[in-house]
């Protein structure tokens, strides 16, 4: 009798197991958060993004069928918060890359930094000053049938020390989501000021394939123009067009070059989205930029494993060269209005 009431036991119980296991399969998507990090799962592309908002809300992992495409050279979250540095992809702002002076040009008029404070470097400060900040708060961490998602905060407002340098009261949100294998990064800017806010942000990836050495990879840039440096990696105003430096742009073979080099004139599909792409053996990642990051920047020493591949919404110096009158692009947003927009990170051949 006891055998058959454990039978009867395990058949109710087994298409209890099977719907419930059937269901958690059901589900492609998932995201939690533990501890410092927040991890971003696609089951069905065998896609992980995680992301540590306390340094700087940098997603320093883009783990696809077991590879990270995504150049991060620590051992652990804790030895990275020991020691943050440039890796992964870190938010550079309220400024991208180098300025040429210890001060920029917002509404007509010259702001100097006060270099005492310092929290801005250098004598062309450069990434601005909140790549690694702990001050991110996360929003929201969710999942659904259709992608992964986590939103994080910034009120750089609330910082008297960021706001002396940068007079410009705002808020910033960034939602890494995952879709299909698709990484988008989504920003949002909300001027909370009197007068019009400029914006000059951007972010900094560092890419890697795990299929072949960086001299064996080729570069696609979907751009026209490629702007003229300084010995100091600064624009000039000078531009040329892009096939006098890549005489084919769409197949560039990474080994004749050491980049750290700016691009304009994206060219664009029908939805405004622009392409740059690297590829390996096998391998390939493709890096879309909406409408509203009007530049690109590549940089890849030829001695180094990675190569970093910009969205911008300026060039380098933007704020300074606008008002020399050497760039016409530079986008602002009006108190109380909202500047948006998106990146993609589609990998392939994994």
């Given at each position: 009798?006891?055998?058959?009431?454990?039978?009867?036991?395990?058949?109710?119980?087994?298409?209890?197991?099977?719907?419930?296991?059937?269901?958690?399969?059901?589900q492609p998507y998932s995201s939690?958060?533990?501890?410092?990090?927040?991890?971003?799962?696609?089951?069905?592309?065998?896609?992980?993004?995680?992301?540590?908002?306390?340094?700087?809300n940098i997603a320093f992992e883009m783990n696809v069928k077991g590879?990270?495409?995504?150049?991060?050279?620590?051992?652990?979250?804790?030895?990275?918060?020991?020691?943050?540095?440039?890796?992964?992809?870190p938010f550079l702002g309220p400024w991208i890359d180098r300025l040429d002076e210890q001060a920029f040009f917002a509404n007509g008029r010259r702001r100097a930094f006060d270099m005492q404070l310092g929290n801005v470097r250098g004598d062309m400060p450069s990434h601005g000053f909140v790549t690694t900040t702990d001050r991110w708060s996360v929003v929201e961490t969710k999942a659904d049938n259709g992608a992964a998602w986590v939103t994080s905060r910034?009120?750089?407002?609330?910082?008297?020390?960021?706001m002396k340098q940068w007079p410009f009261a705002h808020t910033i949100e960034i939602t890494h989501r995952l879709h299909d294998g698709v990484l988008e990064v989504e920003t949002a800017i909300v001027n909370m000021s009197a007068e019009?806010?400029?914006?000059?942000?951007?972010?900094?990836?560092?890419?890697q394939l795990t299929d072949s050495p960086r001299d064996a990879w080729t570069l696609s840039v979907g751009a026209r123009t490629h702007?003229?440096?300084?010995?100091?990696?600064?624009?000039?105003?000078?531009?040329?067009?892009?096939?006098?430096?890549?005489?084919?742009?769409?197949?560039?073979?990474?080994?004749?070059?050491?980049?750290?080099?700016?691009?304009?004139?994206?060219?664009?599909?029908?939805?405004?989205?622009?392409?740059?792409?690297?590829?390996?053996?096998?391998?390939?990642?493709?890096?879309g930029l909406g409408p509203n990051y009007r530049a690109v920047?590549?940089?890849?020493?030829?001695?180094?494993?990675?190569?970093?591949?910009?969205?911008?919404?300026?060039?380098?110096?933007?704020?300074?060269?606008?008002?020399?009158?050497?760039?016409?692009?530079?986008?602002?947003v009006a108190p109380g209005g909202t500047w948006r927009e998106r990146f993609w990170i589609r990998a392939s051949g994994f």
């Open positions: 009798m006891r055998g058959a009431i454990d039978i009867s036991r395990r058949l109710l119980l087994t298409p209890l197991f099977v719907t419930v296991a059937t269901a958690a399969s059901a939690q958060r533990s501890g410092d990090v927040v991890e971003l799962r696609d089951a069905r592309t065998q896609t992980t993004v995680s992301i540590v908002p306390s340094v700087g590879q990270n495409v995504l150049y991060w050279p620590y051992g652990s979250v804790e030895e990275f918060k020991t020691r943050p540095g440039m890796s992964g992809i910034l009120e750089f407002y609330r910082q008297p020390m960021w019009p806010m400029p914006i000059a942000i951007g972010f900094h990836p560092y890419f702007w003229l440096l300084t010995s100091n990696k600064v624009p000039t105003g000078e531009t040329e067009p892009i096939e006098r430096f890549f005489p084919t742009p769409h197949a560039a073979a990474l080994v004749d070059y050491s980049l750290d080099d700016v691009f304009t004139d994206l060219l664009r599909d029908s939805q405004g989205r622009a392409t740059v792409a690297v590829s390996g053996k096998s391998q390939s990642l493709e890096i920047t590549i940089w890849s020493p030829k001695d180094r494993p990675f190569i970093c591949i910009e969205p911008t919404a300026g060039i380098i110096n933007v704020l300074n060269l606008a008002a020399r009158g050497l760039y016409k692009e530079l986008q602002s």
